[in-house]
């Protein structure tokens, strides 16, 4: 199971894509599989700048729910988010359901 965090400064923040794999029934440590960086110019705006999905980790959707907690972190904060990273973008100028936190 995938689990995301956030991290947030005043200026900028990080979502964090964690798995915690099991090996012969037993769980193991948490092992980051991808990351998501943006810039914050002013309290109400979101610049994702980069989305990073480690190596052996891609295809899995882990950049979709670091977007998706993005999207859910900005709805419940009253910010919009402008997609400068390529990923982000695609994915949220792909519909009409993510319109209300564009810039």
């Known amino acids: 199971m995938i689990t995301i965090q956030h991290q947030e400064t005043e200026k900028n923040g990080v979502f964090e894509a964690w798995i915690r794999a099991t090996e012969e029934g037993a769980c193991t440590e948490p092992v980051q599989v991808g990351e998501m960086t943006y810039q914050r110019p002013t309290p109400e705006r979101m610049i994702i ?55």
């Open 49 to 103: 700048d980069h989305t990073r999905v480690f190596e052996g980790f891609e295809g899995q959707g882990i950049a979709r729910q670091m977007v998706l907690a993005a999207v859910d972190f900005a709805r419940a904060n009253n910010r919009q988010i402008i997609p400068l990273c390529s990923y982000a973008q695609a994915f949220l100028t792909r519909t009409d359901e993510f319109q209300d936190i564009l810039v």
